[in-house]
């Protein structure tokens, strides 16, 4: 909650201004009774009927101030909460752009889209309420104890001492409540996991005919939200009736001290009335004041999550290290990986790439190569060892000055909804005819001038409306439209024919002079004519050298070219 | 999955009248299946708001008995009231925590059903509607819509109970004081109903508004969540930052101006309140002055009257609730009455023993009707055979899958199985006779066993271990800490996108079906490993009709039929051989892949 306050801050003298008007509006609503109170006793002995109605004009006058300024305050209260919600989500969105890869696999992906939905959806919600509510009553409680303080301070004391049970009452429940609702929350993103499973699933289920056992699936996940939602209002529910009870029964004191204090002749029973009638304003103020307590209980579940953002520190930071003069551009030096400190993911991985020429890993399933990629770009940090571009540790780049090298198509890549010219351009600074370019280059020019609108064509998300090979084609485009200095294809051509596939590498070899090619295949084909090419085997190098050097020393870089080219073997 | 869908098809879907109507209509529908449960409620409601009601009146009749001044109060009366009062309070707070625990339950339960409504909704539609909808947008339904008639159930019925009961009482007690006075409301209720009703009006179309711009931050963030290592990768962070902040700006803006509108509600309606007493005042002075009513008489009416309003006030906070809760309701209901997949055909047989001979007969077909993708496809299969289907991307070979399967309809034509027609067939018992391996691999958070069993049930360890071993997954599997049970999680990193779909192959393996479809099935596991479970494959095609969409053109040489497709025709269909024979476009493409 502490990082909450602080975005709260800046809108404080809003916030001020907007309790003003509130407060103002407020009083106008208090006046009234007191007004009447004032025509019943004063104006009425007059028999003044001129009289009677001048007060009723300045009642209707206050009403007319009281229903300004509730409405100004409330919309003040409403555009405090808009720009506070503007300013969390925002800088909630900047920090998970700058989470590392790490941190994202720890936080995942759907509890970061509920983070950035649902919750700031709660913070919204409570910061305008709270403005709402949280000026009126108060100032409802405060004035009533202060006339009641005037009118019998004994009587007053007995209001007053029923206002800590009231408050521990409020703490205690809460206290145990609070809990609740956040671990609801972690049952409803197991909710949300299991729908969107099911979402992205729904061909397999429906071939497999799973459709009931998915639903039971469901059927339990959804039980387990609603025991949980359960049992937290079961326990929040406590604290209406408890309070009812407290003042109600202080309400009782009030009579029976008053008649005490009355018999005495200290006290008069017209004040017991107006007493009886504060207590009903405090009793309501009361209320919406644990409306408000449980609307912040729920939201500050919310802000935590938040807040467990927010607060992650930048994991992979810009070191300084010394600059080695070096033959090379890509250098890896006896690199070690592990994702969980345990297993090692890539072993002493040694290779050393001059500039211009490119680099193809081949290997199993499971053997490494994405991940290599991955280091190269700094999307994790190495175990031990060191990799370098150009002499530099790239530990010691900075992040822009590093990823705008790359030129990258992920296994998977993501498509995002917008049009197919957005889609290769990627918010880059680059012409339309640097993006055609890049859409020829990119084997992707045919199939979308055949599209409906071309280049404008929208595409949807995760290019649902496109097939594999389109995809690949559309991200492979993206990372060559901005003429990158290095070229990393991991698998994105797979899903080509081998025509376009032979194409495509043509176009590149020929068209990006300048930019070394990092590709990995499972086709020996697609990397066979590359310069370096690395026989990755659980996280090993098998063997590295060229094509014709593989050949000749790898069995098994020998017998995969073998199997798949069905003995045509071409020298390069 | 190939779609080539209008780009309007998802924003069209959202232009609907506003049924306030038809939305309470279908939400009462739900509250009816409980409807003791809610009478029960009504009961409570009433009879704790009533005793609640009665505790201003003991306490005058305490007061009364003080009235009489110095030494003279009458202590017996008093107590006497005082214990009444205290019980009174006691069991109207009992009740109503009673009351409280029992909407929980019956809110929970209407959610409860509704979540599962929407999902097996979401269960029956046509594949259409996924690869036209963002998964975003689904989910927000199913979470954030259905939580917002959730809180608006559980709190606004009750306080709507308890304000018809204050309201309805305390003008019993105004109608005995004075109905003279009561003349004022005659002026002050209309007024309250017409500017609700104004206002509802105005701010209705806000909170849909809001509802949507709501939605289309969650499917923006959704996607910009899941596409964040591209994003890093090109450093476009600021970039979609910026985007971020125009989406983020929408909801914000879109939640303000709803809000802008709601909280005008309250005070105004407190306004009309306001208004009454000094009516009241007025009024009642003036009859006063006419000795048609006594000061005491004043001085209740107004304590009345201000229990009258109150609650009136209250509702209008309810109001805003009420609103977003009927526009979450009109989106989700929307979902639950999207025409559902077309229900089989009434004499719809039931596909059992199937051969597994498949035919198309001059079938055409298009996602949309403007775009044909298939025209007149015709090909015959013989049980047991392996067909082949090759062309280049965006030819339509998927689409045949789509077909074959009934995940959509053709527009003409008609596909036979065994000679029947496949639209005569239940859905089900026709897609059980498939098993098929995709390009997008698709596993749940579950143990391995759990995602390898899952078109078998009661599949036993034994059998899940075999075909594992024969999809050269098993030793992979076995090297993992919890073995078969360990917990595939959805962003986890530690499994390949090639052993997945050894898992996937696996999965099918363990199925008994007729006819088997490999869509790119092999194109994530490398070569050397596909080499190694090419025995498995051949063995999983045995005696199967298998449909292979393959690039690798040395996997499918061996079938009994290629079918090249281009441009929705079958251009050339035959063997190998004969194809290579005919020296076109299939031998044009085998060439290239050496080139």
């Known amino acids: 909650m502490r990082t909450m306050t602080n975005y709260i801050r800046p809108y404080l003298l809003r916030m001020g201004y907007g309790f003003v008007i509130k407060f103002f509006g407020t009083i106008m609503d208090l006046l009234l009774p007191w007004i009447l109170a004032y025509v019943i006793d004063d104006v009425i002995p007059l028999k003044n009927i001129q009289m009677i109605f001048v007060w009723g004009a300045i009642m209707i006058v206050c009403s007319i101030l009281a229903l300004w300024a509730n409405i100004f305050a409330n919309r003040k209260a409403s555009g405090v909460a808009r720009d506070f919600t503007r300013d969390v989500r925002h800088d909630l969105y900047v920090k998970v752009t700058d989470l590392s890869s790490k941190q994202l696999d720890q936080l995942t992906i759907p509890s970061l889209v509920s983070r950035l939905t649902t919750d700031t959806y709660n913070m919204h919600q409570m910061v305008g309420m709270i403005q709402r509510l949280g000026v009126r009553a108060p100032i409802l409680i405060l004035g009533g104890v202060v006339i009641t303080m005037t009118l019998e301070p004994v009587l007053c004391m007995i209001l007053v001492a029923t206002l800590p049970f009231i408050g521990l009452t409020v703490y205690l429940v809460s206290r145990k409540g609070v809990p609740m609702f956040s671990s609801l929350q972690r049952y409803i993103d197991q909710l949300v996991k299991v729908v969107r499973e099911n979402v992205t699933g729904i061909r397999v289920i429906k071939a497999l005919s799973k459709i009931d056992y998915e639903k ?101 930071q810009v070191k300084e290290l010394p600059v080695l003069t070096s033959d090379y551009f890509i250098e890896f030096n ?26 193809g890993i081949i290997g199993a399933t499971g053997a490494g190569k994405s991940t290599i990629i991955q280091l190269l770009m700094r999307f994790y940090d190495v175990s031990s060892g060191s990799i370098l571009i150009n002499g530099k540790n790239i530990q010691s780049i900075d992040e822009k000055t590093l990823r705008e090298m790359f030129g990258v198509t992920f296994q998977n890549d993501t498509i995002f909804s917008d049009s197919v010219s ?19 280059n990119g084997m992707a020019s045919e199939f979308i001038e055949n599209l409906s609108e071309q280049y404008d064509t929208h595409l949807e998300a995760k290019g649902a409306n496109l097939s594999g090979g389109q995809k690949q084609r559309i991200l492979i485009s993206r990372a060559l439209a901005g003429h990158p200095k290095i070229l990393i294809l991991d698998d994105a051509s797979s899903a080509l024919d081998y025509k376009t596939d032979a194409l495509l590498r043509q176009a590149i070899v020929k068209n990006y002079p300048e930019t070394t090619l990092i590709m990995i295949a499972q086709r020996v084909s697609s990397i066979m004519q590359l310069d370096h090419i690395l026989v990755l085997e659980e996280g090993k190098i098998l063997a590295q050298g060229n094509h014709a050097s593989l050949m000749q020393h790898c069995d098994i870089y020998r017998e995969l070219a073998v199997s798949q080219m069905g003995g045509q073997i071409y020298e390069v | 999955m190939k779609f080539n869908a209008p780009k309007s098809a998802n924003q069209k879907t959202l232009q609907k009248p506003k049924n306030t109507k038809y939305v309470l209509k279908r939400l009462s529908q739900y509250l009816l299946h409980f409807k003791w449960m809610i009478l029960l409620a009504i009961v409570l409601a009433v009879i704790s708001n009533v005793l609640a009601l009665l505790g201003p009146m003991l306490s005058g009749k305490a007061v009364d008995a003080i009235e009489l001044g110095k030494g003279m109060v009458d202590f017996k009366t008093v107590f006497y009231y005082c214990f009444i009062m205290v019980i009174f309070y006691v069991l109207s707070s ?4 009673i009351l409280s625990i029992l909407m929980v339950k019956i809110s929970q339960k209407v959610v409860y059903q509704m979540r599962r409504d929407v999902f097996n909704q979401l269960m029956r539609l046509p594949i259409g509607y996924f690869d036209t909808h963002a998964t975003g947008d689904i989910i927000s339904k199913i979470s954030y819509d259905i939580d917002t008639i959730n809180t608006s159930l559980s709190n606004d019925l009750i306080q709507i109970v308890a304000s018809l009961i204050t309201v309805i009482g305390s003008l019993g007690m105004m109608i005995a004081i004075s109905p003279t006075l009561l003349l004022v409301f005659c002026f002050t209720v209309p007024l309250s109903i017409v500017l609700t009703k104004y206002m509802t009006g105005k701010t209705r179309p806000m909170f849909s508004k809001r509802s949507r711009a ?7 963030v959704e996607e910009m969540v899941s596409g964040q290592k591209t994003i890093t990768a090109y450093h476009q962070e600021q970039n979609m930052i910026e985007r971020f902040d125009k989406q983020n700006e929408n909801a914000v803006t879109a939640y303000y101006r709803a809000e802008y509108y709601g909280s005008m509600v309250g005070p ?64 989700v209901f929307k979902l639950i009455d999207e025409a559902p997949e077309l229900e089989d055909c009434q004499d719809a047989v039931v596909l059992e023993n199937v051969k597994g001979a498949v035919a198309f007969h001059q079938v055409d077909f298009g996602y949309t009707p403007d775009r044909p993708i298939l025209k007149k496809v015709s090909f015959e299969a013989e049980p047991g055979q392996t067909i082949a289907i090759v062309g280049p991307t965006g030819a339509g070979k998927t689409t045949i899958i789509n077909l074959l399967m009934r995940f959509y309809d053709p527009l003409g034509g008609e596909i036979l199985i065994d000679g029947q027609n496949i639209q005569s067939l239940t859905r089900e018992s026709l897609r059980k006779n498939f098993s098929m391996v995709l390009q997008d691999t698709w596993l749940f958070e579950g143990s391995i066993f759990e995602n390898i069993a899952y078109g078998k049930d009661n599949a036993t360890l034994e059998e899940v271990m075999k075909v594992a071993k024969a999809a050269h997954i098993h030793t992979f599997i076995t090297q993992l800490p919890n073995g078969y049970d360990t917990i595939l999680s959805n962003d986890g990193v530690n499994i390949s996108k090639g052993q997945k779909q050894l898992l996937t192959i696996a999965r099918a393996m363990l199925l008994d079906s007729k006819i088997l479809i490999l869509d790119e099935a092999t194109s994530n596991v490398d070569t050397r490993t596909e080499r190694q479970i090419q025995a498995a494959m051949l063995s999983l095609m045995e005696g199967k009709t298998s449909f292979v969409i393959a690039h690798r053109l040395s996997t499918i040489q061996n079938a009994d039929l290629i079918l090249v497709v281009q441009d929705g025709n079958i251009i050339e269909q035959g063997t190998h051989d004969e194809l290579m024979a005919l020296n076109q476009f299939y031998a044009s493409l085998y060439q290239a892949q050496y080139s």
């Open chain 2, 214 to 220: 709501l939605g289309e931050l969650n499917g923006f």
């Open chain 1, 216 to 316: 039971k699936r469901f059927e339990k996940t959804n039980q387990t939200v609603v025991d949980q939602e359960t049992k937290a209002n079961y326990t929040m529910a406590l604290i209406n009736p408890i309070m009812n009870i407290l003042l109600n029964v202080g309400l009782v004191f009030i009579i029976i001290v008053g008649a005490q204090r009355v018999n005495a002749g200290i006290s008069e029973p017209g004040k017991i009335v107006a007493f009886l009638s504060y207590f009903t304003i405090i009793l309501t103020a009361m209320m919406n004041v644990t409306r408000l307590f449980i609307i912040y209980s729920k939201a500050s579940a919310s802000a935590d999550r938040i807040e467990e953002v927010l607060l992650k520190t930048k994991d992979l």
């Open chain 2, 94 to 97: 009992v009740f109503s925590y």
């Open chain 1, 334 to 359: 006896h690199v070690n990986f592990s994702f969980n400190q345990k297993e090692l993911v890539l072993e002493d991985i040694d290779f050393h790439l001059k500039k211009n020429q490119s680099l």
């Open chain 2, 268 to 331: 105004t309606v407190n306004f009309v309140n306001n208004l009454s007493l000094s009516l009241i005042s007025v009024f009642g002075a003036i009859l006063f002055l006419m000795q048609h009513l006594s000061l005491g008489d004043i001085t209740s009416f107004v304590l009345y009257s201000r229990k009258f309003s109150g609650p009136i006030n209250e509702a209008a906070n309810i109001v805003a609730e009420l609103q977003s809760a009927l526009a979450a309701g009109e989106r």
């Open chain 1, 422 to 440: 957005e889609n290769i351009r990627f918010g880059r600074a680059l012409n339309d005819e640097q993006i055609s370019l890049a859409a020829q």
